[in-house]
């Protein structure tokens, strides 16, 4: 996924990690269903982390920009 430019770029804060999605890799499809694709993002991130709060912010897909906002549980 990286070589085809969906890497993220990521900020670390004391709370968590934002990841700016760079490149949508399904904006074609994300055109026509945009709240489809993105809630599957949304979703495969959320299966990623455990016990953790995570937030998308979802941008134009052919522009790309969709913020992901990771935040740590509170134990």
């Keep these: 996924m990286i070589r085809k430019g969906f890497g993220p770029e990521k900020t670390v804060r004391k709370t968590g990690v934002d990841l700016k999605l760079l490149r ?8 026509g269903r945009p709240e489809l694709i993105c809630q599957l993002h949304l979703g495969f991130v ?12 979802i941008k134009d897909p052919t522009k790309a920009g969709c913020l992901i906002a990771i935040e740590k549980a509170d134990k």
Excluded: F, H, I
């Design 24 to 31: 949508c890799p399904l904006s074609e499809s994300a055109k």
């Design 46 to 57: 959320e299966g990623l982390v455990d016990e953790a709060t995570v937030v998308m912010s």
